[in-house]
Nanobody
Framework: QMHLVESGGGLVQAGDSLTLSCAAS????????ISWFRQAPGKEREFVAR????????YYADSVKGRFTISGNNDKNTVWLQMTNLEPDDTAAYYC????????????????WGQGTQVTVSS
């Protein structure tokens, strides 16, 4: 089991940028695929981005493609989510998630979750 801790959330204005960090508690982080999900009030948790360690492939939800970038450094056990040109619709709690399945893009296949970090974008 992995222990994931997110940080970097906050209150920003539309058009601003923000970078979230996910710190993993184990050196086995490269055995997992790390994703970011988000959940807005009253809505279901949704996939945002995923990093596949074996080949560095990245996957994004259509709503964030071109604005968000997921990256990782396994030496530091950290995965980042760089968010640019933020929009009010990006307001949500953002969760770091680990899965042994490289294709995982739904909450059901996630093995471990972080506690979440709040991102609020004002218009």
């Amino acid at each position: 089991q992995m222990h994931l801790v997110e940080s970097g959330g906050g209150l920003v204005q539309a058009g601003d940028s923000l970078t979230l960090s996910c710190a993993a508690s184990t050196r086995a982080v490269t055995n997992y695929h790390i994703s970011w999900f988000r959940q807005a009030p009253g809505k279901e948790r949704e996939f945002v981005a995923r990093l596949r360690w074996e080949n560095g492939a990245t996957y994004y939800a259509d709503s964030v493609k071109g604005r968000f970038t997921i990256s990782g450094n396994n030496d530091k056990n950290t995965v980042w989510l760089q968010m640019t040109n933020l929009e009010p619709d990006d307001t949500a709690a953002y969760y770091c998630a680990a899965s042994t399945q490289y294709w995982c893009a739904t909450p059901e296949c996630v093995d471990d979750w972080g506690q979440g970090t709040q991102v609020t974008v004002s218009s």
